[in-house]
């Protein structure tokens, strides 16, 4: 069986368990002396294209197979490609409502747990030719798996988004408007509403040991039941 070699790359992730992050980056030297060129991930993307799917998403490698569960993947990557960067990706944590699903979690949030790694075997590399070069200059790579890991090789490899509540952009509030509106509130009410919301999920994110969900959410609750009430009358 062809060895399936390991790289460990490392930045936030929100309450959704959506976060995205760098595999893999391009032009320096990692922890195995190696240096991924850009363009190495160009055909084995394709070829997971061709299949409809995108690499499994696994913990620590998926504890390099000591078990049948370490293999059990942590969740699932949703966007994977190579820019002028690296090796990007965007995935998604899976059963949040578990005891796993919940440490992967409150690790990813917390930032202990931030790193990425990919799986792979070489398909094409250039060798050391003088002492101050690299070991190995990777030219193309057959991606196996993209890991979240604690140790990245690669230590520029790291989760950059954790996405959360008071991570809604401007389009998520203005889709929220809009579905208010549809649910029969007015303009003018379906615009206080979010706008309260927005300042609430704000504030308490600014102060995350203080409750503040009963100020300024009375407001917005009253609007909603007003409207609701005049709904069903």
């Known amino acids: 069986m062809e060895r399936i070699e390991v790289k460990f790359a490392a930045d936030d992730v929100k309450s959704t368990g959506e976060f995205a992050g760098y595999g893999a980056v391009f032009g320096n030297v990692d922890a195995y002396g190696d240096v991924i060129r850009e363009g190495a991930f160009h055909a084995t993307l394709a070829d997971w294209k061709q299949t409809g799917k995108l690499p499994p998403m696994l913990l620590q490698h998926g504890g390099m197979g000591l078990t049948d569960g370490d293999q059990m993947p942590i969740g699932k990557w949703t966007k994977m490609a190579e820019d002028s960067r690296g090796l990007y990706a965007e995935g998604k944590l899976i059963n949040l409502d578990t005891e796993r699903g919940k440490t992967v979690y409150g690790a990813l949030k917390e930032g202990v747990l931030d790193g990425l790694s990919i799986g792979y075997r070489t398909k094409d590399f250039t060798p050391r030719s003088k002492p101050e070069d690299p070991r190995r200059v990777l030219k193309a790579v057959d991606l196996v798996e993209l ?46 509403a979010v706008s309260g919301l927005r300042e609430w999920l704000q504030r308490d994110a600014e102060e995350p040991g203080k409750s503040l969900r009963e100020e300024g959410f009375a407001d917005i609750a009253a609007l909603l039941r007003r409207n609701i009430a005049n709904l069903t009358t």
């Open 147 to 192: 890991s979240v890991v604690t140790f990245p090789a690669n230590g520029k490899a790291r989760i950059s988004s954790v996405k959360s509540a008071v991570d809604m952009t401007s389009e998520d509030f203005r889709d929220l408007e809009a579905t208010l509106r549809t649910k029969g509130l007015s303009r003018a009410d379906a615009v206080k």
